[in-house]
């Protein structure tokens, strides 16, 4: 799936991403720090998406979906574990060219 973060008055640059998501799976991080916010209220796997991709350091996400939280992680899903789970699933953002919103080119059929 891919998705793109719109552009506004506030935000000077637009970041695009190809998102994939895990169901029934939880992000373990290397590092608990690299946390860098849990999002309460969050109504969907893909507004988890759509918060990760407003933030610019985020590249990896879990979504609690009896919660309705969103947690943010600065790393890559490569650098931790993911693990089978059935209170969260996963979304990973492989970004594209930043300012592009086309195809990721390693996507791309």
């Known amino acids: 799936m891919l998705v793109s973060s719109t552009t506004t008055q506030q935000q000077e640059s637009l970041r695009s991403a190809y998102m994939i998501i895990g169901k029934n799976s939880i992000y373990l991080p290397l590092n608990q720090s690299n946390i860098i916010q849990n999002l309460t209220n969050v ?4 507004d ?3 918060q990760c991709l407003e933030n610019d350091n985020c590249r990896t996400a879990n979504y ?12 890559d899903s490569r650098r931790g574990q993911i693990a ?7 979304l990973s953002l492989e970004q594209c060219v930043s300012g592009r919103s086309n195809i990721c080119p390693q996507y791309a059929e």
């Open 84 to 90: 089978l789970s059935t209170v969260a699933d996963v």
């Open 43 to 46: 109504y969907g796997i893909r």
């Open 64 to 75: 609690y979906k009896t919660g309705k939280v969103c947690s943010l992680f600065i790393e």
């Open 48 to 50: 988890c998406g759509q």
